[in-house]
C-alpha cells in the first residue's frame, strides 16, 4: 500500500477505528498524491522568482485565454475561472457552503464537520461516496422506489448489493417505518456493516419525512449502531431546501446522525444543482460527520484527502467557472430573494396538483403516493401497465412521463406549468380508459 495511504487510515483507525472498518478496499488504498499538485501550491506560495511547475499556459502573470471564449464571460477575470481548480475545490467556496449548512441545519450547531469535498455535481458525489465506502456484497439498504442511478453506480460498478423496504403503508399516505425498521434490523443481524441511502426530498416520489418519521429513522440508526453494527448513512440531499408543507422535516438527516455515535458515519452528498437551479454547473459536496475518540480534526483532514484523491483519480477536479459564479451567487445581496422567488412557484405547482386531484374521478384510473417535496410525484395506475401507458399518451397525447416499473408513473412537476396541471392529469386519466377499451 502507498505510504501516504497507510499514513492516512493509520490516523483514521487510531482515533476511529470503526469509521476505518467502514471504509472500502478502495477507500483504504486512496490518498491525495504528494505530487504535481502539492508540489505546485509549494511553488505558489514560495516561488517568487521563476515558478515552472504546473502544466497551464501563461504569459506574464495571466493564464492564455481565448477571446472567442473569454467575451461571453465579461465580469470575471480569466484568472478566476479558466486555470485548474483544486481538487478539493475551492476554499472560499466549501467554507460558505459549510457556513450555509449550519443555518440551514440549525441543530448542527456544536457539532464539527469536515469541511465539504467539491464534486460534480451530486451523482458524481454519490459515485465517489460507493468507490470509498462500497465494497463488492456489501448490503445497501433502500426504497422499494428507487432513483435509477443508484443501480449503476452501486450495483454495476461497485457490486453492491440492494436490500428494500416498503416506502409507504398500504394506505398510501405515509412512510413506511415499520418495514424500514424491520429491514434495518434484519441486515444488521447478518452484517458487520451497513449501507443506507437516504433520499428526502425522495426522488421519484417528491416525499419528505415528517418531524416525527425523520426523529424515529435517526433514533432507529442510532441504536443498530450503538448495539455493535457499522453503519454508513449517506444523506442524498439533492432536492434538499424544496420543503412545501408545515409537518415535513426541514433539516437533513445528517443534522440527526452526525457526531452521535462512533459506529455511525454520516456523509451529506448535496450540492446547489437543485437548491440553487443551477443544474449544468455539475458542482456538488461532500461532507462527513463523524464521532471520534480522539484528533476529530486530524481524521477529517484524512478523510478530505482521501475523497480528493479520489476526485484526482478520477476527474482530477471540478469546473472552476462553475465554483466562481457559484461564491459569488451566495454573496449576492439578492440571493435568497431570487432562491425564494423560484421556491414559491415550485410550491404553487405543487400545491395545485393536490388540489387537482382532490376530485374523485381520478382514483378511477390511478392514487397518487404521498407527495409534499422536492420535483417530482408518482401516481400508481390501475389496471393497465405503465410503460404501455406511457407509450400510449406520448404517442397519442404528445405527452411524456417516466414510467417505473409496471404500476407507477413519475410527473416531473418542477417543469410542469401550473395551468397545465389539470390538462395533464385529465389526459393520463383518458389515456388509462383508452388502454382498458
Known amino acids: 500500500m502507498n505510504p501516504n495511504a497507510q499514513e492516512l487510515n493509520n490516523i483514521i483507525e487510531q482515533a476511529a477505528p470503526h469509521v476505518y472498518e467502514m471504509l472500502s478496499d478502495m477507500g483504504k488504498k486512496l490518498f491525495y498524491p504528494k505530487g504535481i499538485l502539492t508540489q505546485s501550491a509549494e511553488a505558489k506560495d514560495k516561488a517568487d522568482k521563476v515558478n515552472a511547475t504546473i502544466g497551464i499556459a501563461k504569459q506574464g502573470s495571466c493564464v492564455f485565454s481565448l477571446s472567442s471564449v473569454t467575451k461571453y464571460i465579461t465580469r470575471i477575470e480569466p484568472n478566476n475561472y479558466l486555470p485548474y481548480a483544486s481538487s478539493f475545490g475551492l476554499p472560499q467556496l466549501r467554507k460558505k457552503w459549510l457556513k450555509e449548512m449550519y443555518v440551514k441545519n440549525p441543530s448542527l450547531q456544536g457539532t464539527a464537520l469536515s ?38 453506480i452501486f450495483c454495476v460498478r461497485n457490486s453492491a448489493r440492494f436490500v428494500t423496504y416498503k416506502s409507504y ?3 398510501m399516505t405515509h412512510f413506511n417505518l415499520e418495514d424500514f425498521e424491520r429491514v434495518v434490523r434484519e441486515q444488521a443481524e447478518q452484517n458487520d456493516k451497513i449501507i443506507i441511502m437516504l433520499n428526502f426530498p425522495h426522488n421519484p416520489t417528491g416525499y419528505a419525512l415528517s418531524k416525527t418519521e425523520a426523529a424515529r429513522v435517526a433514533e432507529i440508526l442510532i441504536d443498530v449502531a450503538q448495539k455493535g453494527t457499522n453503519v454508513v448513512a449517506a444523506c442524498d440531499d439533492a432536492y434538499f431546501g ?13 443534522a440527526r446522525l452526525a457526531g452521535k455515535t462512533s459506529r455511525l458515519l454520516a456523509v451529506k452528498l448535496d450540492g446547489p444543482t437543485k437548491e440553487d437551479y443551477v443544474m449544468g454547473f455539475r458542482t456538488g459536496f461532500t461532507t462527513y460527520g463523524i464521532a471520534a475518540d480522539n484528533n476529530l480534526e486530524g481524521v477529517y483532514d484524512a478523510l478530505e484527502k482521501k475523497t480528493a484523491g479520489c476526485i484526482r483519480g478520477n476527474i482530477s477536479n471540478c469546473s472552476h467557472l462553475s465554483q466562481t459564479i457559484l461564491v459569488k451567487s451566495m454573496e449576492d445581496k439578492e440571493y435568497d430573494a431570487c432562491k425564494q422567488e423560484k421556491f414559491n412557484l415550485l410550491k404553487s405547482r405543487a400545491m395545485a396538483i393536490k388540489e387537482v386531484l382532490k376530485d374523485p374521478k381520478y382514483t378511477q384510473g390511478f392514487d397518487a403516493y404521498p407527495f409534499n417535496s422536492g420535483y417530482f410525484l408518482c401516481i400508481r395506475v390501475k389496471g393497465v401497465d405503465a410503460e404501455e401507458l406511457r407509450l400510449h399518451l406520448l404517442e397519442n397525447y404528445g405527452t411524456g412521463l417516466i414510467s417505473i416499473g409496471e404500476d407507477n408513473l413519475r410527473v416531473a412537476f418542477s417543469c410542469l406549468e401550473e395551468t397545465n396541471v389539470k390538462t395533464l392529469f385529465d389526459i393520463i386519466l383518458s389515456g388509462i380508459n383508452d388502454l382498458r377499451k
Open 242 to 254: 424544496l420543503f412545501f408543507e408545515e409537518e415535513t422535516e426541514k433539516q437533513s438527516l445528517f
Open 115 to 152: 469541511l465539504p469535498v467539491v464534486t460534480s455535481g451530486i451523482t458524481h458525489g454519490v459515485s465517489i461516496f460507493s468507490d470509498m465506502w462500497v465494497n463488492a456484497g456489501d448490503v445497501i439498504v433502500m426504497p422499494d422506489m428507487i432513483w435509477g442511478n443508484y443501480n449503476m
Open 169 to 171: 403503508d398500504d394506505a
